[in-house]
């Protein structure tokens, strides 16, 4: 049965105990290793080491080690693993809340023994107790005498190949390592993963509690039909009425024994497990029984007449002779049946027309194995509710009118019968395979045990079921085969009639086997949803895991009794049984894909014992699985996968983070692998292009995100589309700040999942920020999967900054993204773009397409209106005409354009007329110059006091050995590092004009004719371009503009930087947009 194994210790040598290795195991099982460290972290944790602080010494006392002493905190001695690891032992779920109890109560705790379990009584015995059940006893005849035996045997090949061969793949798994309690939902939430383990779970939870419902349906069925049918509450005054009061018994029996199961799950589980052994008993000795009267059929047939009238078979129970009439002392009289079918007793009476036209005929309704009846059994006879159950072999006269044949005690089908539905009624009589699994923990050697116990139980049960249609088919006759409840065999059971010594054998024992069966069910069935919601993959299941002191699931008992209610609620086992084998195909089916998955990656860890396996056999029952579940009931199994669907998605959004090394993630891999290795083939094309965004972060000094809106706008832009990586820089060494780039990775990541932004985060540690950026913009991705785009945000304060760094970082890194031919966004006042819950219900996207880059100014604005925040934004393209050109015939060539490219825009021509340049602009220009000599005087003064430091430092050196690095903001080594004859000559120059003295920068005269023409006509295109965006964009919801390139002199860099600011002053969300080299945008389809 399902049940959770944990590891706890037990006393070596009757004085030490340690608890040590048992919460290291119970750190095991949730992703540590042994050794402290944590699967996928290279951090070793120090909370759990195997060995006790007072043992080191006993452990590493010596010199033979003394080359890994440092380590041995975190990296134990083998000896001393193995040695702890030797006095450890599996125990059942419960064990250790329980032992705890005990202790509270000053009890003295029990040591506990190893497990000694064998093949025999472990796997073998549970398995066959499993599989062998309710289907066998009660439908198994029918479904032999409604199929035929040529059909029967399909189904049955069918069934017991599908299990066989997950079998064969759990036999893999289960010895690939140890597998605690919890049986198929272990294995594949292990194999597959959380998301799968806890939908695949939760559906063989389902299977297990609607099969308690399905032994709780025939333990009434035996009971009332054939044991006491005077205890009926509900009794039908017509024959009509017989099937919905059935029906009704069986919903207030059923429900009354399911709560007396339930009471004694709950109060004594442990009679229940020694009970197994008397109900194991019950269904050996009914086989046994079958078998033995088989053999007495061939020596002596039973005396079991049936009536027929014509070719019908007729319900003998309403009548003690099968005569129309009896001559009595030569007077002749009409028996009981006569009285059924006419409407007096007298020999003149009115009767039905087929009653009057056909006789009577009474042959045995169990010929014997040598009879030859077999060959009338070999085809099915399929038909609709209702139908009449006749034989082939006598004659008939068929009656004009047959309306009121339902009224009359023919033999009829309760349901419609067809060979799908046959599958879906039989395959629970196959299920159980786990049970050899689910207690691995009691076994003694559960990888030899699983694979020979299981397999072997399966050859057996498949060998009684093909023997059972055979016998059947050759043994009893078609039209009481087909008879399901007996009628025509007086009430008695039809697999009964072929029992030796008596038909009670049969009853009697099918009864304990589905009381035995239902109790099992009731028992693991909670233990299974315990083990998964203490898993805690399923939040709202979290209630399901507590239970009492000594571990026993209350809750989930209650939880299970009350799905197994509705199963009962639907009250015909025939209902049933499709919908529980819907659920154990659908883990059956992922058994085998686990064990396929896992063979076709090879993965280091994938080392079963278990060698008789392949990867085809997975896949070969997984397709068995699957059609088996479409040819039961295709509207079931649409059911299930929907419901295991809507788990997997639940568990995958809301479900606790579960890193089980599961081969999903392997898969994963080698699929980006891969598509990485095809995607570097060939460059994508301009259909396929869409930015892959390089984001580049600041962080404020507690590592924390400093501008969390450009992660909103990335969200916006991309939708969750392509490429995202997140990334930002540390200055210092790694060694130093290894601890800082980790924390600062989950800050990012926390942003990322409150802005709902899906993506990669990556923090570099550089020696500063320029060389970090440089290696993100050239190292991020990996293979073909590299960004194309990079976005930041504008410098803002970088007028009021202290140091040119700021801007020269971003002057430096537009430099980099044009050399790397990558496109490039800077957006500014991005504190002030919308968040993702904003709903911009109006606005305009301004467009200023003034050079072309590619096409990308036009192709960010439909991805933003992709998104809910700009979706009802409009869209107007702006372009600028000089003098020269025809605006006209511009604008109508734009438009042209646009269509082409299925874009919904206004587009709009603004004309700048040529003008001269105004004082306005010669001032700005002034002050840009004037301002930008004085900060090279500054740098200078600065740089000539970094000398006379340094000079001081070098007297100094045999006294001072260190130096404070953030003391001074750039060392002497760096400054000689970089030293060039270039700069020396620049630097000597500067030293003769030093005595100007900063105070002379301010009594200037601003000579506009001694000024830079190029930066007076380049501050004058952007004023005059300014001018024209405010005046006609001021009001829009984002402003698009394009991105003038820096200048190649390194020496106009704080001029650029000017330029850019008047370029967009008086405008509040712009993005500026500079393109990477390449269309991205195209016409054609």
């Given at each position: 049965?399902?049940?959770?194994?944990?590891?706890?210790?037990?006393?070596?040598?009757?004085?030490?105990?340690?608890?040590?290795?048992?919460?290291?195991?119970?750190?095991?099982?949730?992703?540590?290793?042994?050794?402290?460290?944590?699967?996928?972290?290279?951090?070793?944790?120090?909370?759990?080491?195997?060995?006790?602080?007072?043992?080191?010494?006993?452990?590493?006392?010596?010199?033979?080690?003394?080359?890994?002493?440092?380590?041995?905190?975190?990296?134990?001695?083998?000896?001393?693993?193995?040695?702890?690891?030797?006095?450890?032992?599996?125990?059942?779920?419960?064990?250790?809340?329980?032992?705890?109890?005990?202790?509270?109560?000053?009890?003295?705790?029990?040591?506990?023994?190893?497990?000694?379990?064998?093949?025999?009584?472990?796997?073998?015995?549970?398995?066959?107790?499993?599989?062998?059940?309710?289907?066998?006893?009660?439908?198994?005849?029918?479904?032999?005498?409604?199929?035929?035996?040529?059909?029967?045997?399909?189904?049955?090949?069918?069934?017991?190949?599908?299990?066989?061969?997950?079998?064969?793949?759990?036999?893999?798994?289960?010895?690939?390592?140890?597998?605690?309690?919890?049986?198929?939902?272990?294995?594949?939430?292990?194999?597959?993963?959380?998301?799968?383990?806890?939908?695949?779970?939760?559906?063989?939870?389902?299977?297990?509690?609607?099969?308690?419902?399905?032994?709780?349906?025939?333990?009434?069925?035996?009971?009332?039909?054939?044991?006491?049918?005077?205890?009926?509450?509900?009794?039908?005054?017509?024959?009509?009425?017989?099937?919905?009061?059935?029906?009704?018994?069986?919903?207030?029996?059923?429900?009354c024994c399911l709560a007396l199961m339930a009471l004694v799950v709950f109060v004594g589980v442990k009679y229940v497990n020694k009970l197994a052994l008397v109900f194991l008993s019950c269904v050996v000795l009914s086989i046994m029984a079958i078998y033995a009267g088989v053999i007495k059929?061939?020596?002596?047939?039973?005396?079991?007449?049936?009536?027929?009238?014509?070719?019908?078979?007729?319900?003998?129970?309403?009548?003690?002779?099968?005569?129309?009439?009896?001559?009595?002392?030569?007077?002749?009289?009409?028996?009981?049946?006569?009285?059924?079918?006419?409407?007096?007793?007298?020999?003149?009476?009115?009767?039905?027309?087929?009653?009057?036209?056909?006789?009577?005929?009474?042959?045995?309704?169990?010929?014997?194995?040598?009879?030859?009846?077999?060959?009338?059994?070999?085809?099915?006879?399929?038909?609709?509710?209702?139908?009449?159950?006749?034989?082939?072999?006598?004659?008939?006269?068929?009656?004009?009118?047959?309306?009121?044949?339902?009224?009359?005690?023919?033999?009829?089908?309760?349901?419609?019968?067809?060979?799908?539905?046959?599958?879906?009624?039989?395959?629970?009589?196959?299920?159980?395979?786990?049970?050899?699994?689910?207690?691995?923990?009691?076994?003694?050697?559960?990888?030899?045990?699983?694979?020979?116990?299981?397999?072997?139980?399966?050859?057996?049960?498949?060998?009684?079921?093909?023997?059972?249609?055979?016998?059947?088919?050759?043994?009893?006759?078609?039209?009481?085969?087909?008879?399901?409840?007996?009628?025509?065999?007086?009430?008695?059971?039809?697999?009964?009639?072929?029992?030796?010594?008596?038909?009670?054998?049969?009853?009697?024992?099918?009864?304990?086997?589905?009381?035995?069966?239902?109790?099992?069910?009731?028992?693991?069935?909670?233990?299974?949803?315990?083990?998964?919601?203490?898993?805690?993959?399923?939040?709202?299941?979290?209630?399901?895991?507590?239970?009492?002191?000594?571990?026993?699931?209350?809750?989930?008992?209650?939880?299970?009794?009350?799905?197994?209610?509705?199963?009962?609620?639907?009250?015909?086992?025939?209902?049933?049984?499709?919908?529980?084998?819907?659920?154990?195909?659908?883990?059956?089916?992922?058994?085998?894909?686990?064990?396929?998955?896992?063979?076709?990656?090879?993965?280091?860890?994938?080392?079963?014992?278990?060698?008789?396996?392949?990867?085809?056999?997975?896949?070969?029952?997984?397709?068995?699985?699957?059609?088996?579940?479409?040819?039961?009931?295709?509207?079931?199994?649409?059911?299930?996968?929907?419901?295991?669907?809507?788990?997997?998605?639940?568990?995958?959004?809301?479900?606790?983070?579960?890193?089980?090394?599961?081969?999903?993630?392997?898969?994963?891999?080698?699929?980006?692998?891969?598509?990485?290795?095809?995607?570097?083939?060939?460059?994508?094309?301009?259909?396929?292009?869409?930015?892959?965004?390089?984001?580049?972060?600041?962080?404020?000094?507690?590592?924390?995100?400093?501008?969390?809106?450009?992660?909103?706008?990335?969200?916006?832009?991309?939708?969750?589309?392509?490429?995202?990586?997140?990334?930002?820089?540390?200055?210092?060494?790694?060694?130093?700040?290894?601890?800082?780039?980790?924390?600062?990775?989950?800050?990012?990541?926390?942003?990322?999942?409150?802005?709902?932004?899906?993506?990669?985060?990556?923090?570099?540690?550089?020696?500063?920020?320029?060389?970090?950026?440089?290696?993100?913009?050239?190292?991020?991705?990996?293979?073909?999967?590299?960004?194309?785009?990079?976005?930041?945000?504008?410098?803002?304060?970088?007028?009021?900054?202290?140091?040119?760094?700021?801007?020269?970082?971003?002057?430096?890194?537009?430099?980099?993204?044009?050399?790397?031919?990558?496109?490039?966004?800077?957006?500014?006042?991005?504190?002030?773009?919308?968040?993702?819950?904003?709903?911009?219900?109006?606005?305009?996207?301004?467009?200023?397409?003034?050079?072309?880059?590619?096409?990308?100014?036009?192709?960010?604005?439909?991805?933003?209106?992709?998104?809910?925040?700009?979706?009802?934004?409009?869209?107007?393209?702006?372009?600028?005409?000089?003098?020269?050109?025809?605006?006209?015939?511009?604008?109508?060539?734009?438009?042209?354009?646009?269509?082409?490219?299925?874009?919904?825009?206004?587009?709009?021509?603004?004309?700048?007329?040529?003008?001269?340049?105004?004082?306005?602009?010669?001032?700005?220009?002034?002050?840009?110059?004037?301002?930008?000599?004085?900060?090279?005087?500054?740098?200078?003064?600065?740089?000539?006091?970094?000398?006379?430091?340094?000079?001081?430092?070098?007297?100094?050196?045999?006294?001072?050995?260190?130096?404070?690095?953030?003391?001074?903001?750039?060392?002497?080594?760096?400054?000689?590092?970089?030293?060039?004859?270039?700069?020396?000559?620049?630097?000597?120059?500067?030293?003769?004009?030093?005595?100007?003295?900063?105070?002379?920068?301010?009594?200037?005269?601003?000579?506009?004719?001694?000024?830079?023409?190029?930066?007076?006509?380049?501050?004058?295109?952007?004023?005059?371009?300014?001018?024209?965006?405010?005046?006609?964009?001021?009001?829009?919801?984002?402003?698009?503009?394009?991105?003038?390139?820096?200048?190649?002199?390194?020496?106009?860099?704080?001029?650029?930087?000017?330029?850019?600011?008047?370029?967009?002053?008086?405008?509040?969300?712009?993005?500026?947009?500079?393109?990477?080299?390449?269309?991205?945008?195209?016409?054609?389809?």
């Amino acid at each position: 049965m399902p049940t959770n194994f944990m590891v706890v210790p037990v006393e070596d040598g009757g004085r030490r105990e340690s608890r040590h290795g048992s919460v290291c195991l119970e750190e095991a099982r949730e992703g540590l290793t042994p050794g402290g460290y944590s699967v996928g972290d290279d951090t070793p944790r120090e909370s759990c080491p195997f060995i006790n602080d007072e043992d080191k010494g006993a452990y590493y006392d010596g010199k033979n080690m003394a080359l890994f002493e440092e380590e041995m905190d975190s990296h134990p001695m083998v000896s001393s693993l193995l040695n702890k690891l030797a006095n450890y032992t599996n125990l059942t779920q419960g064990v250790i809340e329980h032992e705890e109890a005990e202790n509270e109560e000053g009890a003295k705790k029990v040591t506990v023994t190893a497990p000694q379990m064998g093949t025999f009584i472990g796997v073998y015995l549970p398995c066959m107790q499993n599989i062998l059940g309710v289907i066998l006893f009660l439908r198994l005849t029918w479904i032999v005498g409604t199929a035929g035996i040529m059909e029967t045997f399909a189904i049955v090949f069918m069934c017991c190949a599908c299990t066989m061969l997950t079998a064969i793949s759990m036999s893999a798994i289960a010895t690939n390592g140890v597998v605690p309690a919890g049986g198929s939902y272990y294995m594949i939430s292990r194999s597959l993963g959380p998301e799968f383990g806890g939908a695949v779970g939760l559906c063989f939870y389902l299977g297990t509690t609607f099969a308690g419902s399905m032994y709780i349906l025939g333990t009434i069925e035996i009971l009332l039909t054939y044991i006491v049918p005077s205890w009926a509450v509900f009794v039908a005054e017509k024959q009509e009425d017989e099937k919905g009061a059935l029906l009704n018994n069986m919903r207030v029996y059923g429900t009354c024994c399911l709560a007396l199961m339930a009471l004694v799950v709950f109060v004594g589980v442990k009679y229940v497990n020694k009970l197994a052994l008397v109900f194991l008993s019950c269904v050996v000795l009914s086989i046994m029984a079958i078998y033995a009267g088989v053999i007495k059929t061939a020596i002596e047939p039973p005396d079991f007449p049936i009536c027929l009238l014509g070719n019908r078979s007729l319900k003998n129970h309403n009548f003690d002779k099968c005569l129309k009439t009896e001559v009595i002392r030569n007077v002749t009289h009409t028996t009981q049946l006569w009285g059924l079918f006419c409407d007096s007793a007298a020999l003149n009476a009115t009767c039905d027309e087929y009653f009057t036209l056909n006789n009577v005929t009474e042959i045995q309704g169990i010929p014997g194995l040598l009879s030859g009846v077999i060959s009338d059994n070999m085809w099915g006879d399929y038909g609709p509710s209702g139908m009449l159950v006749e034989t082939k072999n006598h004659a008939s006269v068929p009656a004009q009118d047959s309306s009121n044949d339902m009224n009359k005690p023919y033999v009829s089908n309760d349901i419609a019968t067809f060979f799908t539905l046959l599958v879906g009624i039989y395959f629970p009589s196959v299920t159980g395979i786990m049970a050899g699994s689910n207690r691995s923990g009691d076994l003694r050697d559960a990888q030899r045990s699983i694979p020979i116990g299981t397999i072997l139980a399966i050859a057996t049960t498949s060998f009684i079921y093909i023997s059972c249609v055979g016998l059947f088919g050759a043994c009893i006759e078609g039209v009481v085969l087909r008879d399901k409840f007996g009628d025509s065999v007086n009430k008695n059971l039809v697999i009964g009639t072929l029992a030796w010594p008596s038909p009670w054998v049969i009853v009697i024992g099918s009864f304990f086997s589905c009381c035995g069966a239902g109790l099992q069910s009731l028992t693991g069935a909670p233990r299974l949803l315990q083990a998964i919601a203490r898993d805690g993959i399923v939040p709202f299941l979290q209630v399901f895991g507590h239970g009492k002191a000594n571990g026993e699931p209350t809750w989930a008992l209650l939880m299970t009794a009350g799905i197994c209610e509705i199963g009962i609620l639907i009250a015909s086992l025939d209902a049933v049984a499709p919908i529980l084998s819907m659920f154990f195909l659908m883990c059956y089916l992922f058994v085998n894909l686990a064990c396929a998955v896992q063979t076709l990656l090879c993965t280091p860890n994938w080392r079963p014992r278990f060698k008789f396996y392949h990867w085809t056999l997975s896949f070969l029952g997984m397709s068995l699985c699957l059609s088996l579940m479409f040819i039961s009931s295709w509207y079931y199994a649409l059911v299930a996968m929907l419901i295991a669907g809507c788990i997997y998605k639940y568990i995958e959004y809301r479900g606790a983070e579960k890193e089980w090394g599961d081969g999903l993630r392997g898969l994963s891999l080698n699929a980006a692998r891969y598509a990485l290795i095809r995607l570097e083939e060939s460059p994508p094309h301009t259909k396929n292009w869409r930015p892959q965004l390089l984001v580049l972060l600041k962080l404020d000094s507690d590592l924390g995100v400093k501008h969390p809106r450009l992660l909103s706008f990335t969200t916006q832009l991309k939708a969750g589309k392509g490429l995202t990586i997140v990334s930002s820089v540390l200055e210092g060494t790694y060694m130093a700040r290894g601890s800082d780039a980790k924390r600062s990775e989950q800050n990012l990541k926390a942003a990322m999942s409150a802005e709902r932004t899906k993506g990669f985060c990556h923090v570099v540690v550089s020696s500063n920020l320029r060389d970090g950026f440089s290696h993100l913009i050239q190292s991020a991705g990996l293979g073909g999967m590299k960004h194309n785009a990079v976005l930041m945000a504008w410098p803002g304060g970088w007028k009021q900054a202290q140091d040119s760094y700021p801007w020269k970082n971003f002057i430096e890194t537009v430099r980099e993204t044009t050399s790397a031919h990558q496109a490039l966004l800077v957006a500014k006042n991005i504190d002030h773009f919308p968040s993702n819950q904003a709903r911009l219900g109006q606005g305009t996207i301004d467009v200023w397409w003034i050079v072309h880059d590619g096409g990308l100014l036009m192709l960010l604005p439909f991805l933003l209106r992709q998104h809910k925040v700009w979706r009802k934004c409009k869209m107007r393209i702006f372009t600028v005409a000089n003098m020269d050109d025809n605006s006209i015939q511009m604008k109508k060539d734009l438009q042209s354009f646009l269509y082409q490219l299925r874009l919904d825009a206004e587009v709009e021509v603004v004309e700048m007329h040529e003008s001269d340049i105004s004082a306005f602009t010669y001032e700005k220009t002034l002050v840009m110059e004037q301002r930008s000599q004085m900060l090279k005087q500054m740098q200078l003064s600065r740089n000539e006091r970094e000398r006379e430091a340094q000079l001081i430092h070098d007297r100094n050196t045999a006294s001072h050995t260190t130096i404070n690095d953030r003391a001074v903001p750039t060392t002497p080594d760096r400054v000689h590092m970089t030293w060039t004859k270039d700069k020396l000559a620049t630097e000597r120059n500067r030293s003769r004009e030093a005595n100007m003295g900063v105070k002379d920068l301010f009594n200037m005269k601003p000579e506009w004719e001694s000024l830079n023409q190029t930066n007076v006509r380049r501050m004058h295109t952007a004023v005059k371009l300014n001018e024209v965006v405010v005046n006609k964009s001021q009001g829009a919801q984002l402003v698009l503009l394009n991105m003038p390139g820096p200048p190649k002199n390194k020496g106009g860099d704080e001029n650029y930087m000017e330029f850019l600011e008047v370029l967009m002053d008086g405008l509040d969300r712009v993005l500026l947009v500079r393109g990477g080299g390449r269309e991205v945008i195209t016409i054609y389809s």
